[in-house]
């Protein structure tokens, strides 16, 4: 899974509660301990690879779960997740009739 947060956010802080998200999942395994870690800066988030490690027949419903969390608990210690954003600028041409009358 990816976890995306803004640039501002600490990254050592986010690491720790998305770890923290996936110890309290009973369903996620303890060994292979699961991996949380800075997979790209990209341009609107700093994006974050959640694996953890789970039975095969608790995959699909652990992993709706765990986006459902661990929004839940990015929310709860003040971590933005940011959506993308473009400026558009809009220029003025001018017309041709000014350019003609000079």
Sequence with gaps: MIAG???????????????????SEERVLAEP?????LLEMADSSLNFAVRPWVKPE???PLSIALQ???????????????????????????STSSVLSN
């Design 68 to 94: 459902e969390a661990m929004k839940k608990r990015l929310d709860a210690e003040g971590i933005n997740i940011p959506f993308p954003q473009r400026d558009v600028l809009l220029f003025a041409e001018p």
């Design 58 to 60: 608790d995959y699909l």
């Design 5 to 23: 947060v803004d640039y501002y956010a600490d990254i050592d802080h986010v690491k720790r509660v998305l770890l923290e998200g996936l110890e």
């Design 33 to 37: 301990k699961p991996t949380v870690g």
